[in-house]
């Protein structure tokens, strides 16, 4: 089955400052990929999908997405942080009737 | 309306005890998943059913028996209940040009 790693289990930026989110996958055919957004206490929201077209994906809330077929990566970005985008990220590989999460990153907002 | 409902939203319970999750949707999704996330966070899929099939078991304890009377309801049966089952349960329903739509989850509390 497919697999996901997100490397940083927590990440502490100031607000204004950018983000990256690492994700990186494992599958044989080309993925499925997601990242998705979980609040405390709260559901998941879907931030933005990779099907296939255009490597750079944009999504909700001003993040963006880029696959790198080449890396095996799907990293998450947004030029700007919020306090509000402090939550629990998730990148997650999709194939059919399957989908697997990575372990998630904490993002913490510094004021 | 909501895309993917699942009931009821908190339970809890004791050790021993047999109780169900509902769930839900009216995407006309043909596939339907539970997961488990755990209190560090893990999300871990549980089963997936494609139009009432059971496509994966994720070697799940048999205690748990998902049923999936029609393709847009998916609901999961739990068997004399432990400590260890303690989670928050999501049910998501999934359509390969739609992505996935998880529902708001089930916290479930054994004590």
């Known amino acids: 089955a497919q697999s996901v790693t997100q490397p940083d289990i927590h990440i502490t930026v100031s607000e204004g400052a950018s983000l990256e989110l690492r994700c990186n996958y494992s599958?044989?055919?080309?993925?499925?990929l997601f990242w998705y957004v979980q609040s405390p206490g709260q559901g998941l929201q879907l931030l933005l999908k990779?099907?296939?077209?255009?490597?750079l994906v944009q999504g909700i809330k001003g993040f963006e997405a880029e696959f790198k077929r080449s890396q095996s990566s799907f990293n998450l970005r947004k030029p700007s942080v919020h306090w509000s985008d402090a939550a629990e990220y998730f990148c997650?590989?999709?194939?059919?009737?399957?989908?697997?999460f990575g372990a998630g990153t904490r993002l913490t907002v510094k004021p | 309306d909501t895309a993917v409902s699942q009931t009821p939203k908190y339970l809890v319970t004791q050790m021993g005890n047999d109780k169900s999750i509902k769930c839900e949707q009216n995407?006309?999704?043909?596939?339907m998943y539970w997961y488990k996330q755990d209190s560090k966070k893990f999300l871990k899929i549980m089963f997936s059913?494609?139009?009432?099939?059971?496509?994966i078991n994720e070697t799940v304890p048999n205690r748990f028996s998902p049923k999936s009377p029609d393709k847009a309801h998916l609901n999961l049966h739990i068997n004399s209940l432990e400590l260890g089952d303690s989670a928050v349960y999501f049910c998501?329903?999934?359509?390969?040009?739609?992505?996935?739509?998880f529902g708001s989850g089930t916290r479930l509390t054994v004590v």
């Open positions: 998501a329903s999934s359509q390969v040009q739609d992505g996935y739509t």
């Open positions: 599958y044989g055919a080309t993925p499925y």
């Open positions: 990779y099907f296939s077209g255009d490597t």
């Open positions: 997650a590989v999709g194939a059919e009737n399957d989908m697997r």
């Open positions: 995407l006309g999704h043909d596939t």
């Open positions: 059913y494609n139009n009432k099939e059971l496509i």
